[in-house]
């Protein structure tokens, strides 16, 4: 109890008071003694002899949480804690091995349920009645760690059980409010994380008491680098780094030298602002920034800076796992780290999170993967899964990183794409990570949604920067690219009887407009229309990912090599006359990085590949459109919510290069065996696709068909968002997730998903290479003999092979199903995207 108790103050060291005035430090020295006082009994000591239960009088008498509980809540009494801290500390004992229930309805049951509650003291008298016979000495000295020494064991056999029957009965009366929830999940997660670090000895580890960061110079350096441009006025565009509230360019500047400037004016103010305003006590922050000014280095390096002065950590949160690896590699290259080290921690459901405590890459003893999972390093990227579904009703081991979050610096990047049902709730746990936690929250975006400034009760954001109107005028008078309504989208704009366009008439138009020397991007709404659109465009073209697997094959074990690849293909195709590379969520991810890696080479000018002057289409469902730094020719989309054409258009002539590009929208038709319409069966029903309407109405002079970036990215997405806040009602409308967080139903939203899933799906392993094919059979065997340390150290190693297929009706089985895919084999589709196939397999399928 000793070292639990230790490395609980740590992680409370500057959480000061909670929110009923108890001191954080003496609730979790509490805490940390009695969560385990219940093991002292003889019949949970006869259970750790013989490893079995029943050898006690009733199975119950074994288990430690309930009487542990007891303690607590009395030990808090004695100690002069509030009534809702004494109730949330016995939830954080009571419930240290398992999960915070739907707290205000369990706890009126434990208190009302009169036999239930009758049978609970009964069993605790009997286990006091043990322990008192049995180790009354060990339980003085636990009692009197517990209440600084004011009380003894003697104290609590006298009266104790009686005095917290009364206390928990008078807590019911009064109630639990509204911040007692987040109380109770910072007692448990803090219990939690303590007791787990304890017992795998990382609470010995320096990185527990530091925090090491990525070091902020680095990025510096980077920067400075990028600003060396020489400005019309003589100097360089550097020195907004020194004065970044200088004035910003003149308009009749060169649109490189305004760009040059602009970025670096953006990386400045947004540092300087960041921490001269949370010196003044702000707490919640935007970043707006079009595409291409510098916001993903703008918002880390001042999150950095921040983190530095506060000795604290960057939490940088992404929606979606497809695109956390382009931001990986930046943060790897600049800062010359890997998820391995200690000061950087790669953290999502396909990731293998751990950390070398020493810095190498050895075998896994299990503290280093506890210390990933609890956002111990000084930097963490993660999903808006991971961090919002753990701020709201997380698991057991998901608690673990709550501690951390304490003068955090958290980075929402592209919070637009956070799901709509979300949107109050994370206003909520918004508010709730200032008050709490002391931490920071920069929302950074090309197209702020402002749902924070719609919430009621929710904090404002302060800007960063104030830029956004002099950034749009470069684009007005340098225009990237512009908006080209195809008759497809304007006819049914127009309220006529519109007919979507067939996938073969749109690639009949991409091949019309594909010159010689060009790429060009397809983003559609679905998979079946990226595998339909990539089969027309297949034919007389060399798929892009045609040798892939036979490539990770023969290079079994070696660092993919995208140069190489692209060398290996040519060689096998030398006459190829285009290529279609084909991205969705249904590859697996170690072969989507593959491809995207591919494209990179291609697309950049200054490296030569076999397929420079070979014409490419890159077909995708939405995970390009966010965190992938690739500029395409010419782009088209599938229709769909305003802002995501916008951040569509981020991915084509995103260098400033050449000419005005055209993205052109259109309303595209499902394949020929389906009938539906992609764009309203993915937004309609959530209602998205009517404030587009609205905001496309509103741009449209007249029956216009053409639409400037500028007008948008300022006209447009603000009617946008205005006529969706409109819709929804944001500022008045009832929220469940909010009553649920406020009424402390953990169960309820531990039940809940950040990502919207409007079908069953089926997690499979493609395996392809030997070395897949080995993991899997260690991580079967593991699992077979009940190593499950191993296994989940395997299953970490697999994630990389593991997609999720749609399926029919939803699977009892939760283990992935298993296709190895062999030379021969027809079961992964990786040239048209369309991967696993499942339909009328599943039963027949390797678990």
Request: hydrophobic share 35%.
């Amino acid at each position: 109890m000793t070292g639990v108790a230790d490395v609980g103050q740590q992680l409370v060291e500057n959480a000061g008071e909670n929110p009923y005035g108890d001191d954080w430090s003496a609730v979790i020295e509490t805490l940390a003694w009695t969560h385990d006082i219940g093991k002292l009994t003889e019949y949970f000591q006869t259970y750790l002899e013989h490893k079995t239960r029943t050898l006690a009088p009733t199975e119950e008498l074994t288990y430690h949480g309930t009487f542990g509980g007891f303690v607590t809540a009395w030990a808090l009494a004695v100690r002069g804690m509030s009534r809702q801290t004494t109730a949330a500390g016995f939830y954080a004992v009571a419930k240290h091995h398992s999960v915070l229930p739907n707290m205000r309805s369990d706890f009126a049951d434990f208190c009302l349920d009169r036999p239930y509650v009758d049978q609970q003291y009964e069993l605790a008298q009997t286990q006091l009645d043990s322990i008192d016979d049995t180790a009354a000495e060990a339980a003085d000295v636990v009692i009197r760690q517990a209440t600084n020494g004011a009380f003894g064991w003697d104290d609590y056999t006298a009266k104790g059980l009686e005095t917290v029957r009364t206390t928990l009965n008078d807590i019911r009366k009064s109630g639990l409010d509204a911040e007692f929830y987040g109380c109770a999940l910072r007692a448990w997660s803090t219990l939690v994380a303590a007791d787990k670090a304890d017992a795998s000895g990382l609470g010995d580890s320096p990185q527990l008491r530091t925090t090491p960061r990525p070091d902020s110079r680095a990025l510096d350096a980077v920067v400075s680098s990028l600003s060396d441009t020489e400005l019309p006025d003589g100097t360089s565009a550097s020195a907004y780094l020194d004065v970044p509230q200088r004035p910003l360019p003149d308009e009749n500047w060169h649109y490189s030298d305004r760009l040059a400037a602009l970025r670096t004016a953006a990386n400045g103010r947004a540092t300087s602002t960041l921490l001269e305003r949370h010196a003044a006590g702000d707490r919640v922050f935007e970043l707006t920034l079009p595409t291409g000014f510098g916001k993903t280095f703008s918002g880390l390096r001042a999150g950095l800076k921040l983190a530095d002065k506060l000795d604290s950590r960057v939490i940088y949160a992404l929606p979606y796992t497809s695109i956390i690896d382009q931001v990986d590699e930046e943060v790897q290259k600049v800062f010359g780290v890997s998820p391995l080290n200690p000061e950087y921690t790669v953290h999502h459901h396909l990731a293998d999170t751990r950390t070398s405590l020493s810095g190498t890459d050895d075998p896994s003893s299990g503290r280093d993967t506890l210390h990933a999972e609890s956002w111990r390093s000084g930097l963490v990227l993660t999903t808006f899964t991971q961090l919002f579904e753990s701020l709201a009703g997380p698991g057991n081991v998901q608690s673990m990183k709550l501690p951390a979050l304490q003068d955090s610096v958290i980075i929402v990047d592209e919070p637009q794409a956070i799901s709509l049902d979300w949107w109050g709730l994370v206003g909520r746990v918004t508010q709730h990570l200032s008050e709490e936690y002391n931490a920071t929250t920069v929302l950074m975006t090309a197209t702020q949604p402002r749902l924070l400034t719609h919430l009621p009760n929710a904090p404002t954001p302060t800007p960063l920067v104030d830029m956004h109107t002099t950034c749009t005028g470069l684009l007005r008078d340098a225009p990237r690219v512009q908006f080209d309504l195809h008759d497809s989208l304007t006819e049914y704009l127009d309220g006529t009887d519109a007919t979507p366009l067939s996938l073969v008439d749109a690639a009949e138009a991409i091949d019309t407009n594909l010159g010689s020397s060009t790429n060009e991007l397809a983003i559609v709404n679905t998979v079946s229309c990226a595998t339909a659109l990539s089969e027309s465009l297949l034919d007389g073209r060399l798929a892009l990912g045609s040798e892939l697997l036979e490539y990770l094959r023969s290079t079994d074990g070696e660092e993919f090599n995208a140069a190489a690849y692209l060398q290996h293909l040519a060689t096998r195709h030398p006459d190829a006359e285009g290529v279609v590379a084909s991205l969705t969520t249904r590859l697996r991810p170690v072969d989507r990085r593959a491809l995207l890696q591919c494209l990179d080479l291609i697309l950049d000018d200054e490296t030569t590949t076999p397929f420079d002057d070979v014409p490419t289409v890159t077909v995708s469902t939405q995970l390009i459109e966010a965190g992938v730094d690739l500029s395409f020719d010419r782009l088209y989309r599938d229709y769909g919510p305003l802002p995501s054409m916008v951040q569509a258009a981020g991915r084509c002539n995103r260098r400033f290069g050449g000419p005005t590009a055209s993205v052109t929208v259109w309303r595209l038709d499902s394949p020929a065996d389906d009938n539906y319409v992609p764009s309203q069966l993915i937004y309609g029903d959530r209602s998205l696709l009517r404030p587009s309407k609205v905001a496309l109405g509103e741009l449209r002079y007249g029956d216009g068909s053409v639409i400037s970036e500028q007008d948008m990215l300022t006209t447009g997405v603000e009617t946008y968002y205005e006529a969706l806040h409109t819709q929804r009602d944001t500022a008045d409308r009832a929220d469940d997730l909010v009553t649920a967080f406020d009424r402390a139903q953990g169960k309820k939203l531990r039940n809940e998903s950040v990502v919207s899933q409007d079908y069953p799906t089926q997690d499979v392993f493609v395996l392809v290479s030997g070395n897949d094919m080995e993991a899997h059979d260690a991580y079967a065997r593991h699992r077979k003999d009940e190593k499950w340390s191993s296994a989940r150290s395997a299953f970490h190693s697999l994630k990389p092979t593991l997609v999720s297929v749609p399926v029919d009706e939803e699977s009892d089985e939760k283990t992935p199903l298993v296709i190895r895919v062999d030379e021969d084999s027809q079961d992964y589709d990786l040239e048209t995207g369309g991967g696993v196939d499942l339909s009328g397999r599943i039963d027949a399928l390797e678990k």
